[in-house]
């Protein structure tokens, strides 16, 4: 039972366009949400996270946007580089601290 | 130096044998966890730790152990490793954010085990 969902396993954009990743979660309890990011053969390293009472947090190049009505969160990144190449986790927490990913979204950014 | 350390780094072993696999952490987190990530699974929790004394099953604790020996340490244990148990097991830890009371979790680098 996936409560935590990312439907597209890739995605490849080009240098300087946006890369927008989507995140479904059914849980309603979940109230903070977060991306992360990882290279490979390192662990996940956090990017951005943004709490239920908001719609839209912003961190440089990356804005993460939630619909809370529709249960789904984006991560926007623009403009994409080719060292933002990675694999993107979606995470839902609840407030018993309890955290689910999703399977994540490679993202390649072409030059 | 790394915050998180895991290892080993990668381990092959067969069915049957027991695997422990250590994670260590400077940060000074009370919480460590457990995760493995699969190819289209993503990473689920195997179990997690808010204090020494404290131990919690995760989604798929079935077939592991944990022992937290200390704040810093917390391993993972195989009794008795079965071929789908190969995948990528990291170690994290976190802290509630003073602002949020959300935790932003920091992981290690993995560990790549193979059961054959």
């Known amino acids: 039972d996936q409560q935590v969902k990312q439907n597209s396993p890739s995605l490849s954009v080009q240098e300087g366009r946006i890369s927008i990743l989507n995140c479904d979660y059914t849980n309603s309890m979940f109230d903070y949400f977060l991306w992360y990011k990882k290279y490979p053969a390192e662990g996940p390293t956090f990017l951005i996270s943004i709490s239920s009472i908001k719609d839209k947090n912003e961190d440089g190049r990356f804005t993460v946007f939630l619909n809370k009505s529709a249960k789904h969160l984006s991560l926007h990144i623009v403009p994409s580089q080719p060292g933002d190449s990675a694999v993107y986790f979606c995470?839902?927490?609840?407030?018993?601290?309890?955290?689910?990913f999703g399977a994540g979204t490679r993202l390649t950014v072409k030059p | 130096d790394a915050d998180v350390t895991q290892t080993p780094r990668n381990r092959i072993t067969k069915t049957g044998k027991r695997i422990m696999l250590e994670c260590s952490q400077t940060k000074g987190h009370d919480r460590m966890y457990w995760y493995r990530q699969d190819p289209g699974l993503g990473l689920r929790l195997i179990y997690y730790?808010?204090?020494?004394?404290?131990?919690n099953k995760g989604e798929i604790s079935d077939g592991y152990s944990v022992s937290r020996q200390a704040q810093a340490k917390f391993s993972l244990s195989l009794e008795s490793a079965i071929p789908n148990q190969t995948a990528l097991y990291f170690c994290?830890?976190?802290?509630?954010?003073?602002?949020?009371?959300?935790?932003?979790?920091?992981f290690g680098p993995g560990t790549r085990l193979t059961v054959l």
């Open positions: 995470a839902a927490e609840n407030n018993n601290n309890d955290m689910r």
């Open positions: 730790s808010f204090d020494v004394k404290d131990i």
């Open positions: 994290a830890t976190s802290d509630p954010s003073p602002r949020t009371g959300y935790n932003e979790q920091f």
